[in-house]
């Protein structure tokens, strides 16, 4: 039986327990475990010299990395100066949909195979971006508002007040990865008529419609956005594209806040150009004290937790497991990254 010198560089949600568990299925292995607990999320991440979205302890993971040939993480650093102190680092697992928090380019030089574990928060997030929708197209915190402050507004349930449904709605979904199909198979459920808009995509299943983004802008009652934030997508929602959609629609981002010009959408919401609209990721996070989402009508807001779920953290780990074993029978797993 092979012995394999691992370092579980784990935190408050994606757990060591968990990932040494999920890890335990492997076949044929035997894992000599050393670890490290990352603050992650009692604090927040940032960016650790030239990566993204990590806990700051480059020096943490330095002094836990000697010797070690295979890590798995979710907010680790793996920047160039610890990777430069990682010789015997053959393979990295990221427990997230893609290793921002790892210098990708740096590994692939070292020999360094990295995964990720892609649609690990599929189910969470695409249940979290049906909440939002839901609270947005009926107003819930503005409702819940009343009744804290003592109200009882049965005047809500005047046609101009009152909220629309899902049923019969038109809702375009930009990006139509596993949380976008998920989002869209629930929809469709509800009675929606779904669009779709990825430039990735060539046939949906039945009920799905296939639009450029601008044609699904001028349709959409309701418009929710899936894509992945690159150099091609951000700011890919500005002024003029708010200004397609139908007066009164709905914006819901459960994405990336990249993606979104917000200043513009606050002035579609306030104008009225923009009906309500639903958030859990913003421009910067965590959100400052003085932005104007927070004193905008018709907004629906979370602090980036849509894929925060126990069932999130338990799949991390198991995907993760499967690259492992992928890995050590020579084998590419599912979410291999390229440099």
């Not at 509800?190 to 799905?208: L, N, R, T």
């Not at 708010?242 to 007066?247: E, G, Q, Y």
């Not at 979104?260 to 609209?277: F, P, R």
Request: hydrophobic share 45%.
């Amino acid at each position: 039986m092979r012995t394999v010198k691992t370092l579980l560089a784990g935190d408050h949600f994606v757990r060591n327990e968990l990932l040494a568990s999920a890890l335990s299925t492997v076949p044929d292995v035997a894992f000599e475990f050393r670890e490290v607990t990352l603050p992650w999320p009692l604090t927040p991440y940032g960016r650790v010299a030239e990566v993204d979205e990590a806990s700051d302890a480059e020096d943490q993971l330095i002094e836990a990395l000697a010797g070690v040939e295979l890590a798995v993480t979710q907010m680790g650093p793996f920047t160039e100066r610890v990777l430069d102190a990682a010789p015997d680092l053959r393979y990295l697992v990221v427990c997230r949909g893609g290793p921002v928090n790892v210098n990708v380019a740096a590994a692939a030089r070292r020999g360094i195979a990295v995964a990720s574990t892609p649609g690990r928060n599929a189910v969470a997030a695409a249940e979290h971006a049906i909440a939002l929708m839901m609270g947005a197209l009926r107003n819930l915190p503005r409702l819940q508002r009343t009744l804290e402050q003592g109200e009882w507004r049965s005047d809500l349930y005047a046609y101009d007040e009152c909220g629309v449904e899902v049923d019969g709605s038109t809702v375009g979904l930009i990006g139509y990865g596993a949380i976008g199909q998920r989002v869209a198979r629930v929809l469709l459920a509800f009675g929606a008529q779904v669009v779709v808009a990825d430039p990735y995509v060539d046939e949906a299943p039945d009920g799905i419609e296939l639009v450029e983004l601008d044609e699904l802008l001028r349709r959409s009652d309701v418009v929710s956005l899936h894509a992945r934030l690159t150099e091609q997508t951000r700011g890919m929602i500005g002024a003029a594209q708010l200004a397609m959609m139908p007066r009164g629609a709905v914006l819901v981002n459960t994405a990336r806040g990249g993606l979104l010009d917000y200043e513009a959408t606050v002035d579609a919401l306030e104008s009225g150009q923009l009906g309500a609209a639903a958030f859990d990721v913003f421009p910067a996070e965590p959100l400052p004290a003085d932005s104007r989402l927070l004193t905008a009508p018709n907004i629906v807001m979370t602090p980036h937790l849509a894929g925060a779920t126990r069932q999130t953290a338990h799949r991390a780990g198991t995907i993760a497991a499967e690259a492992v074993a992928a890995f050590l029978t020579g084998k590419d797993p599912a979410g291999l990254v390229s440099a």
